[in-house]
């Protein structure tokens, strides 16, 4: 709650300068206080089967044009989640953008990767109906791995003629790092291996996303190559180079929005603790199908079916499955302010669950209430 | 030029009138252009000059410009562009309370761009006629 006053009063100060700009240059931000309850077991290493207020967000980004070709800007992120996250600011983005013209730019610094319909939006919630995106593909207690590369990008789109659309595409290359404060390093953590610095890997990919010339559908590929290293005091990690991929649709039409997600990601992770060697093979495959109503200006409400499984491993054991069907529904009282509650009943221990939460072992089935308040300027 | 804004002083309810500084070279724009820069896809005009979009913060010019332009929602508009700020693509067009401030802003300002319900013929910009 001592961070929730920290982002209160940061947010408070700057939003009486209500997003505006001085000569080009911006502010924006968020925050946002959620709340989650659960039937059985611990989720997301919050003590949610009492009700949880251990999720606290807050974003500011400033951004300055420079000229008509040039931008640059900055975003801090400041997260609790359970035991995840913490006071610390992280740098989300930090880039200079480049357009030579509509069709090509380049961008350089801390920038976020595009993959999938929204890696490189998963954590700005004032843009989402759902307080949890599907857990299969965008994690919440692991996002800040796959959310931004240090590196650059280059972006642009290319027009097909009026009868076949557009195209457009983003090239990347660089480095990806895997937090300190977050779930991947906590499960290495409990397993007995303390990481002092973080782990990191190169990483190359791109995305193509075809706009096709049926109003509102969009299609797309996102594949992307990564591998992970790292040294703590008593061992080591190792992901050796993996191919992933993410295929992806979705199409909008006034208040309808339907998507669809399908990831693959076959990796095999080696962990040394002293002497011994520890083997997890993953073969991630994950899916969702998603659809949602604005039914007024103000509510908007929808649902989604998620799916994860690991091949590499017994599918028929809780542990290598997660699956969530979930209603959502938010309110927005005006641009600012908006009310998330959403309801999640999950089949499976596969993701979002941490030994040190749940000591006592897990229950398959759990049923989750989130909700979340936030403010956006 | 004063009789055609005359007679653009005033769009039925089902449109916008288009207004641009004087220094924006192009007299007409195809509506997916118009899209295209009021969404940050393009930041130019079909001549090449730089566009800068303004846009209003609301009201029923705001709503049916979203609608016929955009094809989104007012509330998928605003997401879109914060999608745009928070992941670092995009810098939010300059938003107006009034269409006053809007078109003073246009008119000040070189390769502006703007939309009103209603533009005087004493106006000092220059209507845009959407080709659609």
Redesign the interface.
Known sequence: MRLLASIIIVFTAVASLP?Q?FA?I?F?G?VTQGFVFSSHNNYLTMQTSSGSLQWTEG?F?V?D?IS?NL?V?I?LHMFQLGQLGGPNIRVD?A?G?Y?I??YLGF?GGK??TVMGLFN??Q??D??FLWTLLPQCSYPVDNEGFFLSHLGGEAYG?IPLGKRSGKLRYVGYAGYSYLPLDEGYIKQISDAGLTFTNEPSGKTYGGDLRWETPL??LLVGYSPMVLGLSGTAPGGSLLVPTFFMSASYAQF?R??FYLGTEYDKAPYNEFLTLGQQQIYFPTDARAWYVMGSY?LT?RF?AGSYYSHYINKALDTSLPANYSKDFVLSERY?FN?YFYAKIEDHFLHGTGLGYYQSTNPNGLQTNSNILAAKIGF?F | MLAFLACAGAANAQDVIFVANRDVQVSAISASDLRAIFTGEKTRFADGSHAVPVILKGGPAHEVFVKNYCRETPEEFRAQWRKAIFTGQGAMPRAFDSESALIAYVAATSGAIGYVSRVSSAASVKTLAPEK
């Open positions: 997003a700009d080009g911006q924006h968020f974003v980004s951004s044009t008509d931008r800007g975003q983005w880039s953008d357009r013209n509509d961008r920038v976020k490189d939006s954590d700005v004032a843009i789109y109003k509102g909008t006034g208040k604005r200006k908007q927005d641009s956006s």
